[in-house]
């Protein structure tokens, strides 16, 4: 398998740089540290061609090495690398070590903070532990244990990195793409951004669900606008419907425009 990507990867490298052509950000799901190192070394040129790498079941017992690895393969290469950590790992389930060990791990991950891309959840992996499953008319927010962590992994991260929601495993039949905007609805307001796609059916979803809607975009920006020499911080938005406070709304106003720039704006 390591070497069917390698060759695949050399063959877009030697393709791209003879006739430029758009590539997705291409990132590799590895299973140890070791393949880190490994496969940064084994690309050579074609390193150009790749992202950086997923980190399954990123925890205490693995973090340092993958962290170290990280470190290596950006001193190695012209550009950088960067990770996506997953936390699905059974020791966050343990409520009573659950904290700390969010706290170590990120203590530990402020190294490479700005090669941190993203960090996932595992919901499926979290899941699997109680043998939950859910339907494709329910959403994993409903399911307490597993939402609890989720909230707990956003009260530690979610001021200073991107959280994605977890995997929705449906891409057919009865009400999956319903399924899929309700559980994305669930997961804006657990504090995620972007969504796992598993099947090619989810993504026109995805990217549609996490478009800005107008009046939350022209709100962000009357609010980022606003006259820092006013006396006055509080304003009725432009359709007169609701209340915008500079002071209060500020962070979400720019977390809006960055929305409005990657998805788009419903209209």
Known sequence: AERILIDSI???????????????????????????????????????????YIIPKFTITNANEYIQAIIKGNESTKKPLYMMPIYENSSIVDLQKRIDILYRLKDILSKVEEHVLNIRVGGNDLCHMFGFRRHSDESIHKIKPISNIFSDIVTVYGMDYVISGPVWEYYSGYHWEEGLIQEIYDDKLCGFIGKTVIHPNQIPVVNEAYKVCENDFHDAKSILEWNQHSNTFVSSNLAKERMNEYKTHSHWAQQTLYLAEAFGIKH
């Open 10 to 52: 050399n063959k877009i490298f030697v393709r791209y740089e003879r006739q430029p052509f758009f590539l997705p950000k291409i990132f590799i799901r590895v299973r140890n540290p070791k393949q880190i190192t490994y496969l940064t070394k084994a690309f050579g040129q074609s390193i150009k061609m790749i992202t950086g």
